[in-house]
């Protein structure tokens, strides 16, 4: 069964540093996403992507944060200056239309700031 | 901003009987929700959905009951089986926009 990929599985990097997570969403689906989900805490949406540019996107999504299709395979989440408070595991998923189509996953990257 | 409840954080449930979770909506507009698994260390995994236009979803083992009316909806597992065990979101949209998740309930089927 097609799956979505992430990478890496878990990334540690200094407060203020850069980060970039790569996603291959399912390569017929058309619909990409960003969540996250701080320990303990529920899975937040960050981002939706369609077309090569944002659909929709959450309060957490700041400035801080970027999405990119770079090529016709990846998408990838870019956060700026990472915080301590960015640390948290971020899901990517993709969906096949925007309505009605359920999201498939990825085992997700852990973030970790320090 | 709580639009989707799990109030009950675990449960526990004999092998080969039923487990039912729970997860109750604040915001009636929604009206497309699913069920996911989780395991430890890996990504949300679909399970089921159901659309409001419908009150009743089965899919082998999993049935997805939505009474809109009172703004809930369940995930049956019958027979329940010990790797059935993991942590269980609902999720809920307004169709096309971002789907907002419950805090999750842990099951737990003892053999």
């Known amino acids: 069964e097609p799956e979505v990929t992430q990478t890496p599985s878990h990334q540690v990097t200094q407060m203020g540093q850069e980060v970039i997570l790569r996603c291959v969403p399912i390569?017929?689906?058309?619909?990409f996403y960003w969540y996250r989900q701080i320990l303990g805490q529920k899975v937040e949406f960050l981002v939706s992507f369609y077309n090569n540019e944002i659909s929709e996107k959450s309060e957490i999504f700041d400035d801080q944060f970027s999405v990119e299709r770079p090529d016709g395979s990846n998408f990838t989440l870019k956060i700026r200056s990472t915080k301590l408070e960015d640390s948290a595991m971020y899901f990517c998923?993709?969906?096949?239309?925007?309505?009605?189509?359920?999201?498939?996953f990825g085992n997700g990257t852990r973030l970790t700031v320090t | 901003d709580q639009q989707v409840k799990q109030n009950s954080p675990s449960l526990s449930v004999q092998e080969g009987r039923i487990s039912i979770l729970n997860c109750d909506y604040t915001n009636s507009m929604f009206d497309y929700f699913l069920w996911y698994k989780k395991y430890p260390a890996e990504g949300p995994t679909f399970l089921i959905s159901?659309?409001?236009?419908?009150d009743k979803n089965e899919d082998g083992r999993f049935t997805v009951f939505l009474n809109k009316s009172a703004k809930h909806l369940s995930l049956h597992i019958v027979p329940s089986q010990p790797g059935d065990s993991a942590v269980y979101f609902c999720?809920?949209?307004?169709?096309?926009?971002?789907?907002?998740f419950g805090t999750g309930t842990s099951l737990t089927v003892i053999p």
């Open positions: 390569s017929n689906h058309l619909y």
């Open positions: 999720a809920a949209s307004v169709t096309g926009n971002q789907f907002y």
């Open positions: 159901i659309s409001s236009i419908k």
């Open positions: 998923a993709s969906s096949e239309t925007r309505v009605g189509s359920p999201l498939h």
